[in-house]
């Protein structure tokens, strides 16, 4: 983050870079008057006009922005998450059920087919082809 330093104070100059990495739900207005290159005070004011285009809450004399509404309104979305091995775990979980699932439908189909070409006479037929590999 690139500081520049006046005579009262030093200013912290952000990116919408920044605000993407943070992990919070909410930023302050003076980072929002930051990345915009405007003046808190000036911010502030228009948010209690309702003249700011991204998502505002204001609570008494506290005003607070949406961290995702403010980079959704100038064209940035949010940094794409890593999965957890918690998450990835859960993920391969749902893979296996799903083939299972599937398994299970082809064991039933399989079972009905067997059922109506006589599920008896394939039996009979395995035992005699173990009997016969036995000998």
Request: aromatic share 6%; with cysteine.
């Given at each position: 983050?690139?500081?520049?330093?006046?005579?009262?104070?030093?200013?912290?100059?952000?990116?919408?870079?920044?605000?993407?990495?943070?992990?919070?739900?909410?930023?302050?207005?003076?980072?929002?008057?930051?990345v915009l290159?405007?003046?808190?005070?000036?911010?502030?004011?228009?948010?209690?006009?309702?003249?700011?285009?991204?998502?505002?809450?204001?609570?008494?004399?506290?005003?607070?922005?949406?961290r995702r509404?403010?980079?959704?309104?100038?064209?940035?979305?949010?940094?794409?998450?890593?999965k957890t091995?918690?998450?990835?775990?859960?993920?391969?979980?749902?893979?296996?059920?799903?083939?299972?699932?599937?398994?299970?439908?082809?064991?039933?189909?399989?079972?009905?087919?067997?059922?109506?070409?006589?599920?008896?006479?394939?039996?009979?037929?395995?035992?005699?082809?173990?009997?016969?590999?036995?000998?």
């Amino acid at each position: 983050m690139p500081v520049a330093e006046t005579a009262e104070r030093m200013v912290i100059r952000m990116t919408m870079n920044d605000v993407a990495e943070m992990t919070c739900d909410f930023i302050t207005p003076a980072v929002a008057a930051s990345v915009l290159k405007m003046d808190t005070g000036r911010l502030i004011e228009y948010a209690r006009k309702g003249a700011l285009p991204f998502p505002v809450q204001i609570s008494g004399n506290r005003v607070k922005i949406s961290r995702r509404g403010f980079m959704e309104c100038y064209g940035y979305a949010e940094p794409e998450k890593k999965k957890t091995t918690a998450e990835q775990l859960l993920a391969e979980v749902h893979q296996i059920n799903t083939a299972l699932k599937a398994l299970g439908l082809i064991v039933a189909r399989l079972l009905r087919v067997l059922d109506e070409e006589g599920y008896d006479e394939l039996l009979d037929a395995a035992e005699t082809a173990e009997g016969g590999m036995k000998q």
